[in-house]
Every structure is written in structure tokens, then in C-alpha cells.
């Protein structure tokens, strides 16, 4: 007896204990995360831009938030309307400004004079939010108030305000909308395709209140990593995707399985236990799987995918071991109750799962002619996949939905006042930094500038922290992205910098700013992504080669996976680069994809498209070691286990469809591309391209040399 039966037979044995265990660290999860409270720690771009955020954030060393009010005409002679010709836009420009003079301490950071656009028809009052976050948050709040007052008494006017804090706040508040959306979406659906599954309230209950416990205990278990971690805010979102998705799943194999058993004429105990020999080995293979796959971001070197690695790892940690303990224990104290609650209208027999004449007729024509199937159906995964060898990594200029209010101020005041981008930021630290050879070697840099070099003038130097830091602003040639500004700040920092201000002993520097965290992303991602592809397919294949004692089958499995993430990617770029769909989606299409969405889409989905071939491949290995031939054992087990993967994927489709409906940009190309990724694995990997890969193999499948086999645990 495996040590998965041993666990399961105990949790049925005992059933009044396990559960109570099971629901007993839900709540002491949750009592430690409502106690501890998540922190926010600093979260660091990778790279070079990282080290000098740092080191600011070491000095406490903090640059205050800029916030801008925009003044402009509107309504019909808006276009003939100009700031010198029009004195209530200079009323409107003193009463903005003496609103916010009440609202903050030093009235000398609103500038409110000089800023007038180019064209003469908007006005711009710019003042800084210093100050926490969580203060500023409450002090943007106080200003956009003030400003509001004054937009009412001037109609004809647009007065708005926009900035990094208000954007920051309305980013914060939309994330919270959007969670609490997504969770308010996610429950309601999936219980009412479980329903169509089973049929029956009680049997649909239970894979939701499962996964719902998993992912309460997981997303309050968050506050223990965040001691030591920076967990965004977003990550609860995907744990709550994820956790629901892979929940549903594994009490979905378990529950068909242990209701096939039972409608075979087994005893309920004997039924839970080739559940939990069959199903529940498959539940552990496949939740290894999508852990070890997660673990990848530990690779990445960005802390961003730090929490979220730490979080779908612990939430599908958690619905593993539920799957061993909570659901063989629950359905030992439910019985045939679980089977009560029974909808008419869905029919009798929805808990036994049924051979699929469709899939099988389909798997037999795919094994008599594997070669022209499999070819067929491999074309069609590469012209999908195409389009994604155009894809442009990049990040937004502003980072909201274009319909939020602060992101339309923000276009508006981009379009009046178009400027250069920000420039690079040179944080220096060490001694004698007033000292003459610091002068020296800053008057080279100065030197260095001009109009059409790589850097531009003005260079401005700013002592911080008491004078022992000092930061350098660098304007560099370009728009701020592209190979232009690239190119500039490549030379900065290997040739200008290292002629200038590294020559001075005991001086050191990193360089930070917009232009240098992009291109640190975009150099870190291209460096770090072949080795966390590598580890993974690596870790995939030993664990996969480990489950069913073959090297062909995992090889199989990493090439169809491999093959189902580039087929999303090039769906990803249609929609999201080159702005197909973009209307029924609600969203501007900025052409380019978010910088992080790729590597982060790849490690779930390699994770995920080996849960369905983990218990697909599991059902054919069952008939292969029963004596059939490999071809039956193709047409039987995909036949056999058709129901329950065609209802696993539609339920993890429609959940992570829910991402495509939320605000972000980069989180709906993120649900976009799971679920495809997922219906093409359910769909034409299952049907057509594992039968045809085996097929050709036969049973050459199952090769594993001798000396490699060892007793099963």
C-alpha cells in the first residue's frame, strides 16, 4: 500500500478527526493572519536600478510624489480660449493654488506660476505630497476635495488633478474593487458548473467549500511571509484564481473516481480507497508539478514574483494535502448523502463518470493514423503559436485603465505638456563626497553633456541624507524608451560613469530612474528566463519520469506543454499587442505586453497543462499495466477519463476567464492566456496530439531501463 492509500485510508478511517483537523487549521490560519496583519515591506526592481533604490531606501532617503492640477478650456470654443486671454483661468489658477496652500505645510512647493503649455490653452499647478504612503493616500484624498470645490465653481473649466499618489491610490482602490469582484465572480460560477457535473447541491458543495477553506487558510497564511517578503496586493488575487481553479480540480479526480468505483458495484471503503491509489496519486504528481513550476520565479531575480511564487505554492501545497486528508474524510462521514440535494432537471446518474463515445472515436482515428493527426494538429499549435515571435516586452507609460479619471488627466496633461522623459538618477554614496576630487570628477560629467551626446545637459546634483549621498540627474538622449535611450544609458553607466565618477577612491554609484528600471527588467528577464525554463522542464521531467517509470511519457508531456504556452503567447499578442478583441475586452491596446506577464504565464502554465496529463496519462498507464495493448490503453483511458477532464477544464476556463473581465491590462492578458492555454491542453492536446505522440511510440511508451527501476513507496 502507497503511503497516498495509507494517509487516505486513515483520514476515512477517522473521518470526525480529520475533518475537524482539516477546518481546525483554517481557522487558527486565519486567527494568525486577522492577529499578525500583512506588512508592506519595500519591493526593488532587479538590477542595477534595484541597488540604488536601496540604497536610498537605507538613508531613508524619500523623493515626495509629484502631483499636478490640470486647467483647461472646454465646451465649444475651448480651441479659442488661451490663458492670457481668458482671466478665469488665472482665477482658477490662484484659487487651486490657495486651496491646496490651506491643505499643506509649506505652500512653496505649489508652483503655480510659469506653467503654461506651449499653445497657451491649459495651465498647470504642480505641488508635492511628502509624507508615508498611508499618509499620503490620506492627504491625496484631501487634495483632489479641495480641487473638486474649485472644478464646481468654474463649469466651463476642466480643473483636475493627477499625479504619482492620486494614481497610486486609485490603482490600490481598483485592485481592492477588483479582488473583491473576482472573489464575488469566482464562488457563484463554479458552484453552478459543479452543479451541471454532479447534479446534485451536496456533491457540488463540496470541491467549493474545499478549495474556498484552502485558499482562506492560504491568503491568511500571507502574513507570515510578509515579515520577510514583499507581498503585493495582487497576490491575493491569484492565489484566489488558482487556489479555486487547482481545488476544484483535485476533488473533481477524486470525486468522479470514488463515484465510478461506487457504480461499479465496489464497497464505499474500497471505493475511497482505489480513489486515493488512482485519483489521489495522480492529485500529488500534479501538485507537484504546478509547485515545482511556481518555484521557478525563485529564479527570475525579481522580487516581484517572489510573494506570488510563495503564495500559488502554498495554496496548491494546501489543496494537496486537503485532497488526502479533508476529501477522503469528508466522504466517509457524507456517504450516500453526498449523493442528496439532487437537482431533476440535471439528471440521475451526473456522479458516474461515463465512457465518452465522442473521445473515443476520435482517439482511434488519431492511433490508426498517428502521423497525418498528430502533424495536423502540431501545424495548427504552431500557426497559433507565431504571432508570439513578435512580441514586444514592455511597461505602460501610465499603468491604469484608460476609463479611471486620474489615467484620462494624466494623457491629457502628457498631451499638453509634452516634455523629455525623466532622466537617469545616479545615486552616489561614499566618503569625501564634498570633497575636490568628487568635484573634479562631476565637472567631467557636466563636460560630458550636450545637446546631441548620449546625455544631455542640464546634469543637477542634489546632496541627500545629510550630504553623505548625493543624486545625480542625468537627462538621456531618446523619448525615455527604445534603443535610443537604451543605448544612452548603456553608456552612462559602462564608459561615462566609470570615466568620471568611478575613478574617485572610495566612491560608489548605481543608476536608477524609469529608463534604467525598464531596461534593467527587460536585461534581467532575457538573462534569467532560459534557466528558469530549463530548471523547470528539468524538475518536470524527473518527478513526471519518477510517476509513471517512463522517459518517453515526460519528454511527450514537456514537448505538448511547451507547444500549449506558445500557442496562448501568440493568442496573447493578437489580442493584447496588436489590439484584437480590444473593444469586448475594455482595454487600449498599448503595443506591447506587460514586461512580467510572460515568465509569470509560463510557470503557470506549465504547472497547470501537466494536471491534465498527469491523470490522463495515469488512466492509460491503469489499462497499459492491466494487460492491454498501448493503443487500447489510449482509446480506453482518454475515453474513460473524458467527463471529468472536460469538467475540469471548463470550470478552470471559466474561472480564470474572471481575470479577463478585471481592470488591469496585464492581469487580463494574464487570465486570457490560462485559459486558452487550458482549452487547447482539454481540447486538441488531449484528443489528437498525446494519442498521436504515443501511438507512434506504442510500446516504446513505457521504455525505462531496468537498472532504474526501484519498489514503489
Known sequence: MSTV???????????KAA???????????FATGQLLGTQSLPQYDPGQAGIAEQVLYRLNVTTPPVESVLIQPRGPRASLLTFAGDSRMGQAVQQVAAALGHLHSSAASIHASGLVSADGHSALVTFQV??????????????????????????DLLIAEAGTASASAAGNALLESDFRRAEYSAIPITLILLLVVFGSLIAAGIPVVFAG????????????????????SGTSEIVLILGMAVGV?????????????????????????IAAATSGRAVVVSGLTVMISLAGLFLSGIQLF???????????????????????????????????????????????????????????????????????????????????????LGNQLIDLPSSVPVAQTLAKISAAFPGRPAPAEVVVTGRGLAGPAVRAALGALEARASPTGQIRPPVTVTPVASRSALIIGVPLAGSGSGRRSDDALVSLRDQILPQTIGKVPGVSYAVTGNTAINYDWASTLHARTAIVVGVVAGL???????????????LVSIALNLLSVGAAYGIVTLIFQDGWLHGLLGFTPSGTIAQWVPLFTFVFLFGLSTDYHVFILSRVRERYVQGMTTADALTSGIASSAGVVTSAAVIMVAVFSIFATLSFVDIKTLGVGLAVAVLVDATAV???LVPAAIAVLRERAWYMPRWMYWPRA
Open 5 to 15: 492509500e495509507r494517509i487516505a485510508g486513515w483520514s476515512a478511517r477517522h473521518p
Open 19 to 29: 475533518v475537524a483537523g482539516w477546518f481546525g487549521l483554517v481557522a487558527a490560519a
Open 130 to 155: 511628502p509624507g508615508p504612503r498611508l499618509v499620503r493616500d490620506a492627504r491625496v484624498r484631501a487634495d483632489l476635495a479641495a480641487v473638486a470645490k474649485v472644478q464646481a465653481r468654474y463649469p
Open 213 to 232: 477553506s484552502a485558499v482562506i487558510a492560504t491568503i491568511s497564511l500571507l502574513a507570515i511571509p510578509s515579515r520577510f517578503l514583499p507581498i503585493r
Open 249 to 273: 480540480d483535485y476533488s473533481l479526480f477524486y470525486l468522479r473516481r470514488e463515484r465510478e468505483e461506487r457504480a461499479a458495484g465496489r464497497s464505499p471503503a474500497d471505493a475511497l480507497r
Open 306 to 392: 517572489t510573494g506570488m511564487a510563495f503564495g500559488t505554492i502554498t495554496v496548491v501545497g494546501v489543496a494537496v494535502v486537503g485532497s488526502l486528508t479533508a476529501l477522503p474524510a469528508l466522504l466517509s462521514l457524507l456517504g450516500d448523502w453526498a449523493d442528496r440535494g439532487r437537482i431533476p432537471i440535471l439528471g440521475r446518474h451526473r456522479t458516474a463518470a461515463l465512457r465518452s463515445r465522442l473521445w473515443a472515436s476520435l482517439v482511434r482515428r488519431v492511433v490508426r493514423h498517428p502521423i497525418a493527426w498528430g502533424g495536423a494538429g502540431a501545424l495548427v499549435m504552431l500557426l497559433l503559436a507565431a504571432p508570439a515571435f513578435g512580441m514586444r
Open 540 to 554: 518536470a521531467f524527473l518527478l513526471l519520469m519518477l510517476a509513471f517509470r517512463s522517459i518517453p511519457l515526460p
Open 686 to 688: 488531449r484528443g489528437i
